[in-house]
């Protein structure tokens, strides 16, 4: 049988199904029949706490924890309620209670949390905080005299209830496992291999981490996993058992599966039988990316499997319901604000000469400048310094970013880290020229450097917050940072949206990448 050497850089031992070693060479003769080869593949059953039982057992978990948060929230109200003499106590209870378990399961509360999510104490506080406000818009739609300091008093055993939930589901349960991540072994030529390990290993917050790979062809990786073995560059009838060996050597359970031209439909066709056949789970990664899973729906025609992709959000109700919380929240938050405001104006007006706001030219939506509202954290001719600066610029692209910019006043370096000068744009989210949440608002001379590509991030309007600021902000790189963008251009929601505002405060919190 003719064969391929392996080189160098690939001297991880193959392993057969049995235990014992293989050849370093990968079979290139023509296909034949191929079916003895499938029917001689193992199917020893493989004992695993998968993503299947996980869910089962949170599953059989779920009816526990709502009725925890139903009860916690609902009864505390309603004995506050009444001893407020508040009219329809019972009925307002019951709604509070109601209200909190449906925005916890639209939220995805009562799925099972993947690793890298942020904590149960800080998601169930921003779900607090967001119950308050539905509640409150359901007061004043209703018309109902329930007198607001009462009713926010009612609300309150609601978050601890809601904290003490989620511990609960962290206990150790009789017969519950640990949840366990996917052991990925990613199958495909070397370039897919090398891009599919890098996205996977670049974001937290998936369950699947790669163990290892099986390239097609002898061309070497980069990601530098641990290979088991290789596949000829034409249809082999060795392929299966090659993949299910390089997988029970490294305790994979699942194959991903790079399609490319020497993965031809008829390759991967019979590539999944055997491996379904031999107990391993397989996925297939299409060429697309970037697409939330929520916009892609799968249909058959003809033989076909067919990916509908839904058009990003550019119009309808959640546009106008995205519109209406922006000035409803930017309103509110001058209103409770202006205390802190009035604070930081005068620290800032104390702590440097200069002006108390810095107004900067800013591109928004469909590229329309406009002025954009921030607390002065520099000295005041910080813009003639720029220029002698560039060299030490610490950021790939048309942005310019220094962690120590000296620059930057000392109040100017705490208002960066906690974000609070990033407050007075709420003046431009009442303006609509920006939205609570989006992209980063570019200055001029960056728009006037970007492709088309970058381009796009002006589809929708700059944000207060976004993706971007919740991931890492100045630690991001250009190429992250625009990649982060055009995932919100493309897949924005409502519920992105109160979701990104919650893990906002996290990111406040820890202050991590603002400088």
């Known amino acids: 049988m003719g064969h391929v050497e392996l ?9 057969g199904l049995a235990g014992a070693p293989r050849p370093r060479t990968v079979s290139n003769r023509p296909r034949g029949n191929g079916l003895d080869e499938l029917w001689r593949a193992p199917a020893a059953p493989r004992e695993r706490s998968g993503p299947a039982a996980a869910k089962s057992r949170a599953t059989r978990r779920i009816p526990v924890v709502v009725c925890a948060e139903l009860l916690g929230l609902g009864v505390p109200a309603l004995l506050v309620l009444r001893t407020g003499g508040q009219s329809r106590a ?3 209870a019951a709604v509070a209670a109601l209200a909190w378990s449906g925005l916890r399961a639209v939220r995805g509360r009562y799925a099972e949390r993947s690793p890298g999510g942020p904590p149960g104490t800080l998601t169930t506080t921003g779900d607090w905080l967001l119950l308050i406000g539905v509640l409150a818009v359901l007061r004043t739609a209703s018309g109902d005299a329930l007198d607001p300091v009462t009713a926010v008093v009612a609300l309150v055993p609601g978050l601890p209830a809601g904290i003490a939930a989620q511990a609960l589901r962290r206990l150790p349960w009789p017969g519950r496992r640990p949840r366990m991540v996917r052991r990925v072994l990613v199958v495909g030529e070397a370039p897919g291999v090398d891009r599919a390990v890098r996205l996977l290993a670049s974001r937290a917050g998936h369950p699947y981490t790669v163990v290892a790979a099986v390239p097609v062809g002898t061309a070497p990786l980069e990601c530098g996993v641990p290979v088991p073995g290789r596949l000829a560059p034409a249809p082999a009838d060795d392929d299966v058992s090659t993949v299910l060996g390089g997988a029970f050597a490294q305790d994979a359970d699942l194959a991903l599966v790079v399609p490319g031209p020497q993965l031809s439909e008829e390759r991967l066709c019979r590539l ?12 297939v990664l299409p060429g697309l990316s970037g697409i939330a899973a929520g916009r892609v729906r799968a249909t058959a025609a003809a033989g076909l499997t067919l990916l509908h992709i839904a058009p990003p959000l550019r119009r309808g109700p959640q ?8 000035r409803v929240g930017a309103a509110l938050g001058l209103l409770v604000l202006t205390p802190l405001l009035v604070l930081i104006g005068a620290a800032v007006r104390c702590g440097s000469d200069g002006p108390v706001f810095h107004r900067q030219i800013r591109h928004g939506q469909h590229n329309r400048p406009f002025t954009m509202w921030k607390f002065r954290t520099m000295v005041a001719d910080a813009e003639s310094h720029k220029e002698r600066l560039l060299a030490t610029n610490e950021i790939d692209g048309p942005m310019f970013k220094m962690r120590r910019d000296p620059r930057v006043t000392g109040i ?3 208002l960066r880290r906690t974000s609070l000068d990033e407050l007075p744009q709420l003046l431009n989210v009442l303006r609509g020229d920006m939205s609570l949440v989006g992209p980063r608002p570019p200055l ?4 006037s450097r970007y492709d088309e590509r970058e381009f796009r991030r002006l589809a929708v309007k700059p944000g207060l917050t976004g993706l971007w600021q919740v991931s890492g902000r100045s630690d991001l790189s250009w190429q992250e940072t625009v990649s982060l963008d055009l995932w919100y251009v493309d897949n924005w929601s409502v519920a992105t949206d ?6 906002t405060l996290r990111a406040v919190t820890n202050g991590r990448g603002a400088y």
């Open 7 to 15: 080189p160098d850089s690939d001297r991880s031992e193959p392993v």
């Open 90 to 92: 019972v009925v307002a």
């Open 272 to 283: 999944s039988w055997g491996l379904h056949d031999g107990g391993l789970a397989l996925s």
């Open 319 to 326: 546009s106008a319901l995205k519109a209406v919380m922006d």
């Open 412 to 414: 100017g370096r705490l």
């Open 444 to 447: 001029p001379e960056e728009v």
């Open 498 to 503: 109160m979701g990104l505002m919650a893990r």
